[in-house]
């Protein structure tokens, strides 16, 4: 009873220390203001709503003032972390306490126990015009619970040694190939300053909008990064229904007013399919990387990792893509199919070349 009791009880804690400063955040701008037809409950329901998408929890539209369906699924990826952090404080407290059995036992009673908190939050918030889709749930702790312990690597034990060594091999070629993409982000931010200021002139956030939109261009950045990603591999991105930007295809309408848009390129440059070498180098460091495991050995274990990191680009690509409002933006990021299929047919290319190199220098020696 005890791991039981000492899982949901983390669950609150955790639920509540990721609440309250939304909470306070929604409530100090409703203040701000001044609308005399707002209520404090619409408030206190909006904070509620941005806990909910901060764990992924999407939304069903119903736009006024015809009601139109729409949905809500282009969450930024960066605030996924917030709740990730307090599950590691939680997953450590636990992990304190309790060991084996009871340990396992704990960490489900939290799985479970947030569920149904999250469940009864989209529940109790929702309206007529605005319904979170309370059956994402389940998925969304799954991923965050799953990253959070696996960050905690140190936690293993020994008897997982080459567990580690493939997480650390999928962390850095994965951080590597989303590092450089943000780079190139910056680039095109920086070529692009005009339309940058442009576009920071139009919304006009003044103080607080200020502070508030520069938070969520912070969360958003993981997942342009995504999207730069896929245009560096070749399959590219969409900013709406019918769009496709990529080295050779330029075919978009108006951008939404977000600042960080302003990095998107504004014709075709076939030069930039240069970037494929970054899927194949990412498959030829994974076969270089294998061969210092303990299972080197092994002729299964590199085509099963480079798989596994395909998957993982995909999981990350499901979550930074989305639907935002209504019709015209109903795509928003790369395919989620062809983009994770590009990659791990690039990827195998560069595993390849890697075996094919070995073999001739095996070949010469002898």
């Known amino acids: 009873m005890r791991p039981l009791i000492a899982g949901a009880t983390e669950a609150v804690r ?5 609440y309250i400063p939304i909470a306070l955040i929604v409530l100090m701008a409703w203040a701000t203001a001044g609308s005399a037809s707002g209520v404090l409950t619409d408030a206190l ?3 509620i709503w941005i806990w909910l998408g901060v764990h992924h929890i999407t939304f069903t539209l119903a736009l006024p003032p015809s009601g139109l369906p729409g949905s809500l699924s282009f969450i930024p990826l960066g605030a996924l972390l917030f709740p990730i952090i307090i599950f590691r404080g939680s997953l450590r407290r636990l992990r304190s306490e309790l060991q084996g ?7 489900f009673s939290l799985g479970i126990s947030y569920i149904f908190i999250l469940i009864a939050l989209s529940v109790v918030s929702k309206t007529i015009s605005i319904s979170p889709r309370w059956y994402v749930a389940p998925l969304s702790m799954v991923v965050l619970l799953g990253i959070a312990s696996l960050t905690q690597l140190q936690q ?3 008897a997982n040694n080459y567990f580690n060594q493939v997480i650390r091999i999928l962390l850095l070629v ?3 190939l989303l590092g450089i993409s943000l780079i190139f982000v910056s680039a095109s931010l920086a070529l692009h300053f005009s339309v940058l200021k442009d576009l920071i002139t139009v919304l006009q956030p003044g103080i607080l909008g200020g502070i508030l939109l520069l938070i969520l261009v912070i969360a958003t950045i993981p997942n342009i990064a995504v999207s730069a990603l896929a ?3 070749g399959p590219g991105f969409a900013i709406g229904s019918g769009t496709l930007i990529n080295p050779a295809v330029h075919r978009i309408g108006e951008i939404p007013a977000f600042p960080l848009l302003a990095a998107v390129p504004t014709n075709t440059n076939k030069f930039l399919f240069i970037g494929v070498l970054l899927g194949v180098g990412a498959g030829f460091m994974i076969a270089l990387l294998m061969q210092k495991t303990e299972r080197a050995d092994d002729l299964l274990a590199m085509p099963i990792v480079i798989v596994v990191s395909a998957v993982v680009l995909a999981i990350i690509n499901y979550f930074s893509n989305g639907t935002l409002l209504g019709e015209r933006l109903s795509d928003i990021g790369p395919s989620l199919w062809i983009f994770p299929l590009i990659y791990l047919l690039e990827a195998g290319i560069g595993a390849g070349i890697y075996f094919g190199i070995t073999k001739l220098q095996s070949k010469n020696n002898e």
């Open 14 to 18: 955790a639920a509540l220390i990721s």
């Open 45 to 47: 329901r909006g904070g």
């Open 101 to 107: 059995v009871q340990l396992r036992q704990s960490i």
């Open 156 to 158: 293993i034990t020994k």
């Open 174 to 176: 994965l951080g590597m």
């Open 231 to 233: 245009y560096l591999l």
